[in-house]
């Protein structure tokens, strides 16, 4: 069974840093991208930050600049170093990750549960 489990959120105030973890563990052969996701009250979920198993990367346009999002394969753990915060990144973050459990397996996207990142003074 695949787990992705996010950490790191909280209150910041605005122009403040914070550095999302999420590790994914259990039964896993490779994994291929992983991404962060957030989603605001009232708001659809949106891609903010994407990476490949290569190392490449894309963002929003609203946290180019500010956001750096990174992974450690050996760890299979995909980072979002979000510095700058504005009052707008308050929302709940979620990471997933496409991935297969075995050689035969078909990729899979797994979610985590999400953790909270506030932005406020």
């Known amino acids: 069974q695949v787990q992705l489990v996010e950490s790191g959120g909280g209150l910041v105030q605005p122009g403040g840093s914070l550095r999302l973890s999420c590790a994914a563990s259990g039964s896993i052969f490779s994994i291929n991208a992983m991404n962060w996701y957030r989603q605001a009250p009232g708001n659809q979920r949106e891609l903010v930050a994407h990476i490949t198993s290569g190392g490449s990367t894309d963002y929003a346009d609203s946290v180019k600049g500010r956001f750096t999002i990174s992974r450690d394969n050996a760890e299979n753990t995909v980072y979002l170093q979000m510095n700058s915060l504005k009052p707008e990144d308050t929302a709940v973050y979620f990471c997933?990750?496409?991935?297969?459990?075995?050689?035969?397996?078909?990729?899979?996207?797994?979610w985590g549960q999400g953790t909270q990142v506030t932005v406020s003074s």
């Open positions: 997933n990750a496409n991935l297969r459990v075995s050689v035969l397996s078909p990729r899979y996207v797994y």
